[in-house]
C-alpha cells in the first residue's frame, strides 16, 4: 500500500513539474508536453525492460537517444505490452535463444528496423 501512495506521488510531482515547464525547456529536452505527460505515468520498470531488450536485438542506446521519436513510440508499445511476463523470462534467458522467442514483442519490428541503422 506504501508503495502505492509513493507512485502516485511521485507521478502527482512529476506531472506538477511538467505542467511549470516552458514549452522552450521541453524541446531543448526532446519531448513535447504531451510525449512528457504520457512518459510520466509510464511504470518505471518499462524503460529499463525496453532498453534491455533493445541491447538483445543488438541496437545501441545512441541509437535510442538519437531517434527520440522512436524512442517514445517504443515506449508506448511496451507500456501498452500484455505480455510482460514472456518479455521477463526472455531477458532472464541463457544466451542462444532464436528470434522466434521474441515474437511476443510488438516492437520487434522497430528495433528490427533500428539495428540496421
Known sequence: MKDRFLKMFRRSRDL????????????????SRAQALALATVE???????????????????????????????VHRCAECHDVPACERYLARDEGMDAEA??????MAMFNALAAR
Open 44 to 74: 518505471d520498470s518499462v524503460p529499463v525492460r525496453l532498453a534491455e531488450m533493445a541491447r538483445s536485438q543488438h541496437v545501441p542506446d545512441a541509437v535510442l537517444a538519437r531517434d527520440r521519436d522512436s524512442w517514445h513510440e517504443l
Open 102 to 107: 521474441v515474437a511476443f514483442c510488438p516492437n
Open 16 to 31: 506538477n513539474t511538467i505542467a511549470e515547464m516552458s514549452d522552450a525547456d521541453l524541446a531543448d529536452m526532446g519531448v
